[in-house]
């Protein structure tokens, strides 16, 4: 998702997270912060080959993992986790070498990550343009209809005080605002928001998993918040609009390393694509966010219920 590195950063993290991705078993990922989910292990046997799988370094990530991970050993495929591996930046670079065959993506975000110019905005178009700017050795499967679109986001205390309902609204008040998101977030967006909006910030602050409550603390009065996140609701926080489509659509969907990708791992991952809706995430990611569930327990909960495991 979402985390951009300084260039001497980026090489670091990413000869350790190539040295994690390197092998089976043994010492584990030097950046996985948590334990890796009871799927992570290399099991199963079979004929639908091996598959390394990682995930950026939030829940919903590594939920998304996890359903892709014990779905393919369902159907025999070896599967190895790396969950928690890092930023886009350090993930993409893994997936094109192979050292990961598949990480679950967001269309948007990743046509973002490498065509940041790139108009694309519906679910088609994007993925269109997917295909014709991802070098050979990657590719996108099927998109599912679930979706976890970037918002800029605020209490409903100040929509209502400040009459606050479209990011064309926020302009008029931005400069007096600070404004919070993952550490990538100003890099990635600061230029986009004035060009597309005219929006400028008082302050950009790097609030990273803490910014939905930091919008409720009054830290910071506008932040980057996820549309499937729990912490919406629980903290009374509402997106601004967005009229000009300035984030794009952004579908779960499946990167891989081509040259890994099995006929099993296509067919299998297509199928759990087909089934994934922004709902059911979301009801998921409240298991998780609210009741502490495990993400490998709630991914196997869901694939059961509907017939993929």
């Known amino acids: 998702m979402r985390r951009r590195f300084g260039t001497a950063a980026v090489l670091l993290t990413a000869a350790l997270a190539l040295t994690a991705c390197g092998g089976g078993g043994g010492g584990g990922n030097p950046l996985d912060t948590t ?19 990682g995930s950026f370094d939030f829940d919903e990530s590594v939920l998304l993992g996890s359903i892709y991970a014990q779905a393919l050993e369902s159907k025999g495929v070896q599967v190895e986790e790396k969950p928690r591996i890092g930023s886009r930046e350090v993930v993409y670079d893994q997936v094109k070498s192979g050292g990961l065959t598949i990480v679950p993506e967001y269309n948007g975000n990743l046509l973002a990550f490498i065509d940041l110019q790139n108009k694309a905005s519906t679910t088609d178009d994007v993925n269109a343009a997917l ?13 599912s209809p679930a979706e976890d679109k970037d918002t800029l986001s605020i209490t409903k205390d100040t929509q209502a ?27 990635r967006w600061e230029a986009r ?18 910014t939905a409550d930091a919008i409720k603390d009054g830290s910071i009065q506008v932040g980057n918040v ?10 009374n926080l509402v997106p601004l609009q967005d009229p000009k489509n300035i984030f794009p659509a952004q579908n779960v969907t499946p990167l891989v390393n081509k040259a890994a990708a ?34 490998a327990t709630v991914a196997k909960e869901w694939l059961t219920s509907n017939g993929l495991a």
């Open 161 to 187: 005080k400040q009459s606050l309902n479209s990011m064309e609204d926020l302009a008029k008040v931005s400069k007096t605002m600070t404004v919070g998101g993952p550490p990538e977030f100003k890099k």
């Open 193 to 210: 928001f004035k060009e597309v909006y005219g929006l400028e910030f008082k302050e950009w602050k790097p609030t990273g998993p803490t």
């Open 262 to 295: 099995t006929d099993t791992i296509r067919t299998t991952l297509d199928a759990v694509s087909a089934k994934l809706t922004t709902q059911s995430l979301l009801d998921m990611m409240q298991k998780i966010s609210v009741n502490k569930d495990e993400p």
């Open 226 to 235: 996820f549309s499937t996140d729990p912490k919406m609701t629980a903290n």
């Open 131 to 143: 295909k014709q700017k991802l070098p050979a050795e990657l590719e996108v499967l099927a998109s």
């Open 35 to 53: 334990s890796a989910a009871p799927s992570g292990s290399a099991t199963g046997g079979g004929g639908g080959g091996k598959a390394v799988i």
